[in-house]
């Protein structure tokens, strides 16, 4: 499966932003799709993922909605409250079988998308 994150870019503290992920190839409705971020000088983190379940990172919960829609084989991370702190180069990813949030665990990997946030 072919993954291609769009939507990321610059906005003030508090504002929101949606991300999209758009899917080719491969039985969309199979996979774990998940997003992941990573900010200079970090490691890749887990930030959401969606399967039959939707998972959270602690950091995101209460702000960030992810959600699917499998007709168009798309997947969404809707951020709301957004902190300086979630600047980072926010990447979708894809696995068969049951949800994870370990950067091995997916095969499949879209590039980034920029998002930052002012104060």
């Known amino acids: 499966v072919q993954l291609q994150a769009s939507g990321g870019g610059l906005v003030q503290a508090g504002g929101s932003l949606r991300l999209s992920c758009a899917a080719s190839?491969?039985?969309?409705?199979?996979?774990?799709v998940g997003w992941f971020r990573q900010a200079p000088g970090k490691e890749r983190e887990f930030v959401s993922s969606?399967?039959?379940?939707?998972a959270y990172a602690d950091s995101v919960k209460g702000r960030f909605t992810i959600s699917r829609d499998n007709a168009k084989n798309m997947v969404y991370l809707q951020m709301n409250g957004l902190k300086p702190d979630d600047t980072a180069v926010y990447y979708c990813?894809?696995?068969?079988?049951?949800?994870?949030?370990?950067?091995?665990?997916?095969?499949?990997w879209g590039q980034g998308t920029l998002v930052t946030v002012s104060s």
């Open positions: 190839g491969g039985t969309f409705s199979s996979y774990t």
């Open positions: 990813a894809a696995r068969l079988g049951l949800w994870a949030r370990g950067v091995g665990s997916y095969s499949y």
């Open positions: 969606i399967s039959g379940y939707t």
